[in-house]
């Protein structure tokens, strides 16, 4: 099993309503992420969770509450969001995030479909 | 900090044409290289990846040579198919900052029949 699966694959919220995306892995990756893609534009980083634990966060609003319950589920909650935050939340995993040396190997991300978001 | 340069989209070409997609970095010592494509309405996949110096990765007819003299990672295939359509993302994980993926532009591709 390679995939990295994302639910629901299309939600469309108010600004005042609060739900939340579900991201799973069955691939013993221990670190996951979440990027946030508008159109025509390359995914840009939100959160990193390594090893369950919250790694970095881009800056990124509180409206967007991020969770990573156990090892193979990534959540982002989503709270009184903007129109302006509507696009594709994409989720990745790969394996442990290392600190390399140099010529040392980091691993790739594997990514799921997306959740396509439209806020009103 | 690290970055990539991708050769701006978009690009059109007939089935069966020759394609180059240039790709060039900014990074401290060895960062692994990728190239991501997203067909329409779906996430990103990994097409191939090279993580030192003049490793070639290839995948699906396309390669790419990690060109340290360069700091290149140049995207190839020799034939082109209608179903290759999609946008093309050249990324970087450093060594330091390990944990991020940055992104080149993306490059629209569109193949005619």
């Known amino acids: 099993d390679t995939e990295v699966t994302q639910t629901p694959k299309h939600l469309v919220m108010g600004m005042t309503n609060k739900k939340s995306l579900k991201c799973e892995q069955h691939?013993?990756?221990?670190?996951m992420y979440w990027y946030k893609q508008k159109a025509k534009k390359p995914p840009e980083l939100m959160f990193v969770y390594s090893y369950e634990k919250l790694s970095i966060n881009e800056s990124v609003p509180s409206r967007f509450s991020p969770e990573c319950p156990n090892s193979s589920l990534l959540n982002l909650h989503l709270h009184a969001l903007q129109p302006e935050d509507s696009a594709l939340y994409l989720c990745?995993?790969?394996?442990?995030?290392?600190?390399?040396?140099?010529?040392?190997?980091?691993?790739?991300?594997?990514f799921g479909e997306g959740s396509r978001l439209t806020v009103l | 900090g690290n970055s990539v340069t991708q050769m701006e989209g978009p690009v059109t070409l007939s089935e069966e044409a020759f394609l180059t997609i240039n790709c060039t970095y900014t990074a401290t010592g060895y960062p692994s290289l990728f190239w991501y494509v997203q067909y329409p309405g779906e996430g990103l996949q990994l097409l191939l990846k090279a993580t030192k110096a003049d490793d070639k990765g290839s995948n699906k007819g396309f390669e790419a040579t990690y060109r340290k003299e360069t700091t290149s990672f140049h995207l190839e295939k020799g034939s082109v198919q209608v179903s290759d359509s999609a946008v093309y993302f050249c990324?970087?994980?450093?060594?330091?900052?390990?944990?991020?993926?940055?992104f080149g532009q993306g490059t629209r591709l569109t193949i005619n029949p």
């Open positions: 990745a995993s790969s394996h442990s995030v290392l600190q390399t040396t140099s010529g040392g190997r980091t691993g790739e991300l594997f």
């Open positions: 990324a970087l994980k450093g060594i330091q900052g390990a944990q991020k993926l940055v």
């Open positions: 691939m013993g990756h221990r670190a």
